[in-house]
């Protein structure tokens, strides 16, 4: 839909702006409010871009790449900022500012106004601010915004321009359709062949003849040390404070008995009424049908042959016929006895007969009946506060400067290590899984210092604690030398052989230009060569195979009539020579299924580069203007150049 988003679709935050783009705003997904105070030198209010008449301030576009940042961590927790600004934020992220603010400008200076009703029930909408009856909660929704630093003003804008955007760039791409012969043009594509044929030069050929020395392996770890490093990788000491010990707790006859007074409606007997219900719409017209009941079984009938109708209400006791019908309606259902009619009654639909079909009584259940019931709630309750009252004591001793160990021993429980750990909670190589109970604290630990004091936190399970600190910190880097040595010796004669494969490459790709075949061309590499494949394919068997598509066939693909291209292979394993000799594509008629099939699949591609075109078009409408001094000045300061 827009050209920035995407470029960025091919980066590990491509799919995050886009959803922040069309509106799908969830928290992770905003920034912090606007802060008025100092940044790095720069003042919070200078701009990183004009967008019409309105700014972007830097500390909007800082809080706003924060934002993004830490909802990339999520799903990479190892993630740098720098790594995160390199991958496509640092112009993604104000690309992706630039454009809702441009749309939204344009919005409304044509008239599209985002009322506050409209934007509240967008806010109900959103999960993070549902209870769990899944309805918007209130308390939620303010614990969420106090969670991430937003304030409702900054949220509510963040929505209301989301939905002029939507409602600014669905319509132009509504109806869109690939027009007759240009879907003609494509479905011709598919049945496309083409032959030619791939020949490979491999570096393998070449390796076994290149010198190395240790200095030379020395140095070329040193160059690529972080295609070797291994992850960094920590223990984490912890100990688990559980309900063991607790044995003793248990509800008191006292207890029990309050409980069971506490609740004794709960408890109470129950009488639900099973009703056949006939509504008129005035009293006297009630009154005459009910005259004309000889018997309630006949009400029924009578009510059929004036062209009316019946319906039947089950309610398990009196509030739950109330909720159903009405107070006055459910007294007069009440009143009556099993068999009878009762009403005349007025109700909310108009006049209402009610027979009684059926009634239904639970029994009381009486304090010996549900002792164990109520002392097993009380029970479990005595004991979860006991277990919060041992974490309290323990936030304490940890808060006086206790050590782990320290804390352990009084409450009489054992400090375990874990194996070393990789940031998303997998064990390193082939160590041990850590206990389960560790799991939800990983990504806290690994935010700690070798050096930290102890935590507590609420284990995995949500029944117990776990008071932990780091263990043993390996930060990443290459193993020893002489472990990897021949990993180093394999990788660097490929790199090198890979340089003598290409130079062979070029001597192929001269001849085959000058007129000689790819057979006769490989022979002047003067080494043994793989044959020379060659290729006779469709384009839609290549596309049915439902793999991936090799790279020299996609190059293929692409080239034109009689050319003669070198491609180099992943991994330094060598280089390729695709020749294309003929290209032969068979006629389409219009009512071919493949032409109805191309313009429904390229139907919405058309919407999109509609909707591209119209972006483009409003930004360059309101005008945009880029400070790049403070832009740069933000991201030195993330990344923590000044």
Same mark, same amino acid.
């Given at each position: 839909?827009?050209?920035?988003?995407?470029?960025?679709?091919?980066?590990?935050?491509?799919?995050?702006?886009?959803?922040?783009?069309? #509106?799908?705003?969830?928290?992770?997904?905003?920034?912090?409010?606007?802060?008025?105070?100092?940044?790095?030198?720069?003042?919070?209010?200078?701009?990183?871009?004009?967008?019409?008449?309105?700014?972007?301030?830097?500390?909007?576009?800082?809080?706003?790449?924060?934002?993004?940042?830490? =909802?990339?961590? =999520?799903?990479?927790?190892?993630?740098?900022?720098? =790594?995160?600004?390199?991958?496509?934020?640092?112009?993604?992220?104000? $690309?992706?500012?630039?454009?809702?603010?441009?749309?939204?400008?344009?919005?409304?200076?044509?008239?599209?106004?985002?009322?506050?009703?409209?934007?509240?029930?967008?806010?109900?909408?959103?999960?993070?601010?549902?209870?769990? $009856?899944?309805?918007?909660?209130?308390?939620?929704?303010?614990?969420?915004?106090?969670?991430?630093?937003?304030?409702?003003? %900054?949220?509510?804008?963040?929505?209301?321009?989301?939905?002029?955007?939507?409602?600014?760039?669905?319509?132009?791409?509504?109806?869109?359709?690939?027009?007759?012969?240009?879907?003609?043009?494509?479905?011709?594509?598919?049945?496309?062949?083409?032959?030619? *044929?791939?020949?490979?030069?491999?570096?393998?050929?070449?390796?076994?003849?290149?010198?190395?020395?240790?200095?030379?392996?020395?140095?070329? %770890?040193?160059?690529?040390?972080?295609?070797?490093?291994?992850?960094?990788?920590?223990?984490?000491?912890?100990?688990?404070?559980?309900?063991?010990?607790?044995?003793?707790?248990? &509800?008191?006859?006292?207890?029990?008995?309050?409980?069971?007074?506490?609740?004794?409606?709960?408890? @109470?007997?129950?009488?639900?009424?099973?009703?056949?219900?006939?509504?008129?719409?005035?009293?006297?017209?009630?009154?005459?049908?009910?005259?004309?009941?000889?018997?309630?079984?006949?009400?029924?009938?009578?009510?059929?042959?004036?062209?009316?109708?019946?319906?039947?209400?089950?309610?398990?006791?009196?509030?739950?016929? *109330?909720?159903?019908? /009405?107070?006055?309606?459910?007294?007069?259902?009440?009143?009556?006895?099993?068999?009878?009619?009762?009403?005349?009654?007025?109700?909310?639909?108009?006049?209402?007969?009610?027979?009684?079909?059926?009634?239904?009584?639970?029994?009381?259940?009486?304090?010996?009946?549900?002792?164990?019931?109520?002392?097993?709630?009380?029970?479990?309750?005595?004991? !979860?506060?006991?277990?919060? $009252?041992?974490?309290?004591?323990?936030?304490?001793?940890? !808060?006086?400067?206790?050590?782990?160990?320290?804390?352990?021993?009084?409450?009489?429980?054992?400090?375990?290590?874990? &194996?070393?750990?990789?940031?998303?909670?997998?064990?390193?190589?082939?160590?041990?899984?850590?206990?389960?109970?560790?799991?939800?604290?990983?990504?806290?630990?690994?935010?700690?210092?070798?050096?930290?004091?102890?935590?507590?936190?609420?284990?995995?399970?949500?029944?117990?604690?776990?008071?932990?600190?780091?263990?043993?910190?390996?930060?990443?880097?290459?193993?020893?030398?002489?472990?990897?040595?021949?990993?180093?010796?394999?990788?660097?004669?490929?790199?090198?052989? /890979?340089?003598?494969?290409?130079?062979?490459? $070029?001597?192929?790709?001269?001849?085959?230009?000058?007129?000689? @075949?790819?057979?006769?061309?490989?022979?002047?590499?003067?080494?043994?060569?793989?044959?020379?494949?060659?290729?006779?394919?469709?384009?839609?068997?290549?596309?049915?195979?439902?793999?991936?598509?090799?790279?020299?066939?996609?190059?293929?693909?692409?080239?034109?009539?009689?050319?003669?291209?070198?491609?180099?292979?992943?991994?330094?394993?060598?280089?390729?020579?695709?020749? +294309?000799?003929?290209?032969?594509?068979?006629?389409?008629?219009?009512?071919?299924?493949?032409? +109805? &099939?191309?313009?429904?699949?390229?139907?919405?591609?058309?919407?999109?580069?509609?909707?591209?075109?119209?972006?483009?078009?409003?930004?360059?409408?309101? #005008?945009?203007?880029?400070?790049?001094?403070?832009?740069?000045?933000?991201?030195?300061?993330?990344?923590?150049?000044?």
């Amino acid at each position: 839909m827009i050209q920035g988003f995407r470029k960025l679709f091919q980066s590990r935050i491509g799919v995050f702006l886009a959803l922040a783009f069309v #509106g799908v705003i969830a928290l992770a997904f905003a920034s912090a409010d606007i802060t008025g105070g100092s940044f790095g030198g720069i003042g919070g209010g200078e701009r990183v871009a004009a967008v019409g008449d309105q700014q972007i301030s830097t500390s909007t576009y800082r809080e706003t790449l924060n934002g993004a940042f830490e =909802q990339a961590r =999520q799903e990479n927790p190892t993630l740098t900022m720098q =790594q995160f600004l390199d991958g496509g934020g640092r112009d993604g992220v104000l $690309d992706n500012m630039v454009e809702r603010m441009a749309i939204y400008a344009f919005a409304l200076d044509h008239g599209l106004r985002i009322g506050d009703s409209l934007i509240g029930s967008e806010l109900k909408d959103i999960p993070a601010f549902q209870g769990p $009856d899944g309805k918007f909660s209130q308390e939620m929704y303010t614990a969420a915004l106090q969670q991430r630093g937003i304030s409702e003003k %900054l949220l509510r804008t963040d929505l209301g321009q989301g939905l002029a955007a939507r409602m600014t760039l669905v319509p132009a791409q509504i109806g869109t359709a690939m027009p007759e012969k240009i879907a003609r043009q494509y479905a011709k594509l598919l049945n496309e062949t083409r032959k030619g *044929s791939v020949a490979l030069i491999p570096s393998e050929a070449f390796a076994k003849d290149v010198k190395v020395t240790d200095k030379l392996l020395q140095s070329y %770890l040193a160059s690529n040390r972080a295609r070797y490093s291994l992850p960094e990788r920590r223990t984490i000491r912890f100990a688990v404070l559980d309900k063991s010990g607790l044995e003793g707790v248990t &509800a008191t006859d006292a207890e029990i008995a309050a409980r069971y007074e506490q609740n004794r409606a709960v408890y @109470s007997g129950k009488e639900g009424r099973t009703l056949t219900q006939l509504v008129l719409p005035t009293e006297p017209a009630a009154k005459a049908v009910l005259a004309e009941i000889t018997s309630p079984s006949q009400m029924g009938a009578v009510a059929q042959g004036k062209g009316l109708s019946t319906t039947q209400i089950v309610a398990a006791d009196r509030a739950d016929l *109330s909720a159903k019908t /009405s107070p006055a309606v459910t007294q007069a259902a009440y009143e009556a006895k099993e068999g009878t009619i009762a009403g005349p009654v007025k109700g909310p639909l108009g006049w209402y007969l009610l027979r009684v079909d059926a009634v239904t009584r639970t029994n009381e259940r009486s304090l010996a009946q549900v002792r164990d019931e109520i002392a097993a709630t009380i029970t479990e309750e005595k004991r !979860n506060r006991a277990l919060a $009252d041992r974490a309290a004591k323990a936030e304490e001793e940890l !808060n006086s400067g206790a050590s782990l160990a320290e804390i352990a021993r009084s409450f009489g429980k054992e400090v375990a290590t874990t &194996a070393p750990l990789l940031a998303n909670g997998n064990p390193f190589a082939n160590g041990a899984a850590p206990d389960p109970q560790v799991l939800r604290i990983v990504p806290a630990a690994f935010a700690m210092s070798e050096d930290s004091d102890p935590q507590i936190a609420i284990a995995a399970d949500g029944q117990s604690y776990i008071i932990y600190a780091p263990g043993k910190v390996t930060a990443s880097a290459p193993p020893p030398f002489a472990e990897i040595k021949p990993i180093l010796d394999r990788d660097y004669r490929l790199k090198e052989g /890979s340089k003598q494969a290409a130079a062979a490459a $070029d001597k192929v790709l001269a001849a085959i230009r000058q007129g000689k @075949s790819p057979a006769e061309a490989m022979k002047l590499v003067g080494k043994p060569m793989p044959p020379v494949d060659n290729i006779d394919l469709s384009r839609q068997a290549l596309m049915g195979s439902g793999r991936e598509v090799p790279a020299p066939l996609a190059l293929m693909f692409t080239m034109a009539k009689g050319s003669t291209k070198k491609l180099e292979a992943p991994r330094n394993l060598g280089w390729m020579i695709v020749d +294309l000799d003929d290209i032969v594509t068979q006629d389409v008629a219009a009512d071919d299924p493949l032409v +109805l &099939a191309t313009r429904r699949q390229l139907g919405p591609q058309i919407g999109g580069e509609l909707g591209e075109q119209l972006t483009q078009a409003i930004i360059a409408d309101v #005008g945009v203007s880029r400070n790049d001094t403070a832009i740069k000045a933000v991201i030195d300061q993330l990344v923590g150049n000044r």
